[in-house]
C-alpha cells in the first residue's frame, strides 16, 4: 500500500471570529510518519479535519500526491481517521466494523472474509472478531478502529490523540505497535497529539503548532535540540531558561554570555547576535553533568563550570533530579542517571556543594532581544 | 439472573408498591372490562351478571370490520408519520447546544389541555378557518377547501397530538450515539444517505419501536380526535365505543370491543417488541 504525499498550502480557518488556523503551510512526504503537535486548541485537530473533509478551509488549499481534494467530500478522499473516542459502531461486532468500508464498496463475500482475516491478525484481534465495541477494553476498541480504517487501503491514515484515552503503560504499547503498523502497511500517517513525548518517539518529521500557528517544522531531534523559540524549549521536554545578555562573540558559533545570577556562560548561537544583545537561553537538564570535585580538563577544552548547593534532590528510581542553587541565586535543574556508582563516588545528597558543567554546545540561544 | 419473587431487598421493595398500583389500578379493571364482555346486557345501561356470548355476537358485523381496519390503518400512518417526522427533529436536538430548552419545547404543548388544542386545528383548517381564508384572500382557490371533518385532518391532528412521544424516545437513543460515528462512517465511504440507512437507523431501532408503540397504542384507542375533527366515514374505534356505552346502552358489546382491540395491541406490541430485540442481538 503506498502512501501520499501531503500539501498543506495556506490554509485560513475560522470558527466565527476565532481565527483557528492561520495561514498554514505543511509538506508532509509520502510514506512518512508525520506528528502535528500542540497544546488543546492550537487548531491541530482542526488541520487533521480538514485533511479529511470533515472541516472546509476558509482560504488556501490541500493536496494529496499534488491534487487538490478541497472538492471531494470525505468519503471520496483515499483518507481515512482514527478517532479519539474510537468511533466504533455500536450495533455491529467487530468483524463487521471492519468490514463496513469493505461492504460499502460491494466487495464479495469471500474477498471481505480474506482482507478482514488479514487486518484481525494484523491487529491481534482474532479471538475478539465476534464481540460487540461494548465488550471491548479501551486498548481493543483502538486496535478495531485501526483495523476498520485500514481495511479502505488509505493512502494517509490521519490518527487524531489515537491513545489519549488509554492509560499511560498501555499508551505506550499502543505506540509501538502503531509504529510497527507504520512499517508494515508503509502508508502516510499523520498523527495528532498534545503529549510531545509521543510525538518525538515516533516521528519522522513534527510539526509544532501553537495558537494556529506552526511555530516549528523539524525531525524530533531538531526539535528537541535548536527550539525554535520559548514556547517550543519549554512545551517539548525540560529545560533551563536563562535571560542573559551578550558579552563577547568569541567564534562564528560562540559567544560569551553574562547571566546576573549565573556569571559568564560560553553559549552556542545559530543565529546572528551582536554585543549587549539580550538572550534566552536554553539548557536541557539532562546536559548537565553534576559532582563534588571540579572536572579535570584538558588545556584547551572549553567547558562552563558552575558551583552550588544542592537545594532538592528528588529519588525517581532510573535516576535521581537534582535542583542547584548556583552561588549566584539561579536554580539550575540537572538529573544523573544511575547508571552505576563508582565505589570512590560519594552519592550527591541535599545541601552538598557541588560542580555543574556541560558543553558550551548545549547552552542554546533561543531568542534574541537586539538591546 | 433470574431471582425468586420472594427474595425481595432494599429498593426493590418500592417495586413491589408499584407492582401492587398496577394491579389495582390496571389489571384489575383489564380483568372487569374482560368480565363485563361475557355478561348480559342492560338496557337501561350497564350489565346483569348472568354469562352470555352476546356481546360478541353484536358486533360481529361488517360495519365494525370496516371500523377496526380503519382505526389500524389511520393509526398505523400516523405512527408512521410521526416517526418519519421526529428523527430528524431528534437528531438535531440530541446534537444541540440547546439540547434542554428544546426538550422542554417538545413537552410544553402538554401544559395546554388537549381538547383545546383540538379545537385550536378546527379554528385553522376549518372551512372558514385561517388557511382558507388565506387561500381565498389570496386568489389560489375560489371557495374553501375542505381539509377538516375527514380521514386527512384525523391522522394530521394525531400526529401532531402524539408527535412529543415518538420524538421522546427517538431522542433518548440518539442521544446515547456518539457522534463521531457518523463522520466515521462518512470518512470510510459513506454517503449521508448511507450514513442514515446503515448507521443511523440500526441504532436506534430500539428507539423506533418505542416510538411507535407510544403512538400507535393512544391512536388506536383516541376518542377525541375523529370525534372533533373526523367526518361520517372516520368514525374510528374509540368512537364506536362510547356510543355503544351511552346512546346504545350495550356495555357488553363495548367491553367484548374493548377486549378484542387489547389482545390485538399485547399481540401487536410483543411481535414488535421481541422483533426489535432479536435483530438487535444480532
Redo the contacts between chains.
Sequence with gaps: MPGSSVSIVEVDKYFGDFHVLKNINLEIKENEFFSLLGPSGCGKTTLLRII???EDVDDGDVLLDDKSILNL???KRP???I???Y?????LNVFENIA??LR??KFSESEIRTKVEWLLSLTRLEEHAKKKPAQLSGGQKQRV?LA??L??EPKVLLLDEPVSALDAKLRQELLIELDNLHDKVGITFIYVTHDQAEAISVSDHVAVMNNGVVVQYGTPYEIYESPANTFVATFIGESNLMKGTVKQILSENYVLVEFPTLGEIVCFRDKPVDVNDNVLVTLRPEKIRIGHTKPQLLEDAVTNIVHGVVDETIYMGYQTKYFVRTDGGYILRTYKQHASYLLDERIIQWKDEVFLYWNPDDSYIVEVDKG | MKKSFLKVSGYEKYGLIYLFWLLLFFLVPVFVILAYSFLTRNYQGGVEFRFSLQGYKDIVNPNYLVIFLRTIILSFISSVLSIVIAIPVAYQMAFSKWKNLLLLLVIVPFWTNSLIRIYAWIFILGNNGLVNQFLIKLGFVESYVKFIYNNFAVVLVLVYTYLPFAILPLYSSIERLEKHIFEAAMDLGCTKRQVFFKVLLPNIRQGIVSSFVFVFIPSIGTYAVPELVGGKNSRLIGNEIARLLTTAKNWPAAAAISSILLSITIVAVLVFMYGGEKREAR
Design positions: 479529511a473533509g470533515l467530500p470525505p468519503n483518507v481515512n481517521t478517532f479519539q473516542n468511533a466504533l459502531f455500536p450495533h463496513f468500508p460499502l464498496k478502529s476498520r480504517a481495511a479502505n
